[in-house]
């Protein structure tokens, strides 16, 4: 993303009052222990990690909201 990465656009999210109670599930090819841990710190719905499945992102989602899984 140019200007800003996907950490820094989910802190912006999170310091502002209007978006701050957003759920975030990180997509992100950065899965390392050390990524991880940071990840770890942050208030995140759900982490999937790319190449990404698309029917898991769906299930996450769905889990996320209490939503049934439509297939």
Do not use: C
């Amino acid at each position: 993303m140019p200007g800003m990465d996907g950490l820094e656009t989910l802190y912006q999210l999170q310091q502002a009052p209007e978006t701050q109670s957003i759920p975030v599930i990180l997509l992100t090819a950065k899965v390392r222990s050390s990524h991880r841990a940071i990840y770890s710190n942050l208030n995140v719905a759900g982490l999937i990690p790319k190449p990404f499945n698309a029917a898991k992102l769906l299930s996450q989602i769905a889990a996320y909201l209490n939503w049934p899984l439509v297939e």
